[in-house]
């Protein structure tokens, strides 16, 4: 049994939950842009100084651990059947991502920031590069492509069609108002990247 966490640690994710809480009513309000870290750290009662203790950045404020989170989609790519196909892998392995992203009211408000925040945008469009590179060498493997030192070009451009998948369906699912059914948008690009 895995020993409860210590209370410095259930401190911490208290007030790190709570400058989020405040930091998403500053950006409801004012729009992420017109966001500073100075009035985020005001309206959470802390200094700049903690805002940064707790955060790298505004976007990651938003964004969460990317690279955790990339490790997360990976070991959860990784533990797909062998002989699963690339395209079937990789789906299952983005519901990981559906998993860490809080109520579908909480992924509809993050999806509301990217849409309206070319910094978010920015940011995203980094992590997808990154993702690149973590993906690629069991999608490699699973389009039967030698193993190499560097992911093969062709593993990369595949995960690069996915992620470019799950952002057309995220975006027509919050244009959708959270209506329409994500997973259906994603296997629908998927398909028409296939046909």
Known sequence: ??????????????????????????FRENG????????????????????FHYFGSKEDLVMGDTEA??????????ARPEDENAWAAIRAAFEELQAQHGSIDER?????????????RARHLEKHLRWQELLAPDIQRR????????????????????LACLDAAVDAWFES????DP????????????A
């Open 32 to 51: 992420f842009d017109a966001t500073t870290v100075e009035a985020i750290a005001a309206a959470a009662g802390i200094s700049r100084r903690s805002f």
């Open 1 to 26: 049994m895995a020993e409860p966490p210590s209370l410095r640690e259930r401190t911490r994710r208290a007030v790190h939950a709570e400058i989020t809480s405040t930091a998403m009513r500053l």
């Open 177 to 180: 108002g959270g209506k329409a």
């Open 143 to 162: 389009l039967g492509l030698p193993a190499s030192a560097t992911p093969d070009p062709r593993a990369r451009a595949f995960v690069a069609a996915a």
């Open 108 to 120: 509809f408000e993050m999806a509301r920031l990217y849409h309206h925040a070319p910094s978010l």
């Open 69 to 78: 989170l990339g490790q997360s989609v990976k070991a959860a790519l990784e």
């Open 183 to 194: 997973g259906k948008l994603f296997d629908e690009a998927v398909a028409t990247l296939r």
